[in-house]
């Protein structure tokens, strides 16, 4: 067998990709590694000039007695949050496979939450949640269900959930969309075998359909448990962590700490803390559901 020489070609290649990786993921994670084992501090920076100390940062962050309520938080947030995604782009995917001539136009304006900018949408919730002016409670109080208005990002035990409503009306629709074409996918065959044997519309969901979306929805979720880990932007803009950090989760507490405290090494060790907690649940979710992704592979 002649064996052909290729060169440096390949490599010249893939030599932008490569460096463009290093740049904007390899360097930001090593620098974030080496930042979270100093103790820079830029308010205390000349008295005490930032210095290598190791571990002791992480030390001083998972003794922050405020990190066992972030984390609560953040669980919630995650769980919850991912929860109604799935389940509501699921429920509006399904629909939208239908062949109903309504169902074109809904999914063209389906991707206007997906959209607009997460800030506007956080904006018009936050005043759409006012307990004087939020159409939210004038639409309760109209129809007798309460009578008098609900501070829902003003109660402790309360706060968190009209927030991961909000993040999963925004992040929905995309699922729902790719559901709604990976479902035109089932093969028509055994839907109409299935009609024919007498199964009703859930059977056929339930036993067909469903199975079918096994392995997507696999994916979508831990995509989606991935984007609400890392998303701050409606907690930060409706409630600022708050009322009494009620509502504080990681991606918040880590910008908090970093850059209205100006502590990045203790940031840094947060940041570096919420990525090992993301990689286990991750990691979690896909050993749990590994007969699916398996069976894909097979």
Not at 91 to 102: E, N
Not at 236 to 247: D, F, K
């Amino acid at each position: 067998m002649t064996r052909h020489r290729v060169g440096l070609l390949p490599y010249w290649l893939v030599a932008p990709t490569i460096l463009i990786v290093t740049a904007f993921i390899i360097y930001p994670v090593y620098e974030t590694f080496r930042l979270s084992l100093t103790n820079t501090n830029l308010i205390l920076a000349a008295r005490i000039p930032p210095k290598y100390v190791g571990l002791a940062t992480y030390g001083i962050a998972l003794q922050d007695p405020l990190l066992p309520l972030v984390l609560k938080n953040t669980i919630t947030w995650v769980f919850v949050g991912t929860l109604l995604t799935v389940l509501i782009g699921v429920a509006i995917g399904y629909y939208l496979s239908f062949d109903f001539k309504i169902n074109r136009l809904l999914r063209a304006g389906l991707l206007i939450p997906w959209i607009i900018p997460s800030v506007v949408i956080a904006a018009a919730w936050k005043w759409m949640y006012n307990d004087q002016l939020g159409v939210i409670n004038d639409a309760l109080m109209r129809v007798g269900i309460i009578h008098q208005g609900i501070p829902f990002l003003g109660l402790p035990n309360v706060v968190i959930y009209p927030l991961t409503f909000v993040v999963a009306w925004r992040a929905a629709p995309l699922t729902a969309i790719v559901v709604s074409a990976a479902i035109q996918g089932v093969p028509t065959t055994l839907l109409e075998a299935a009609t024919i044997d007498g199964a009703n519309g859930w059977q056929k969901f339930r036993y067909i359909i469903l199975p079918f979306l096994a392995f997507l929805l696999t994916v979508i979720t831990l995509l989606t448990m991935i984007g609400i880990t890392n998303d701050l932007v409606f907690v930060y803009t409706m409630t600022l962590g708050g009322p009494a950090h009620a509502s504080e989760i990681m991606a918040t507490y880590i910008y908090e700490v970093g850059f209205n405290n100006w502590r990045f090494g203790q940031s840094a060790a947060l940041s570096v803390l919420n990525f090992i907690f993301l990689l286990i649940l991750s990691l979690g979710y896909l050993f749990l559901f590994r007969k699916t992704w398996q069976r894909q592979d097979a």
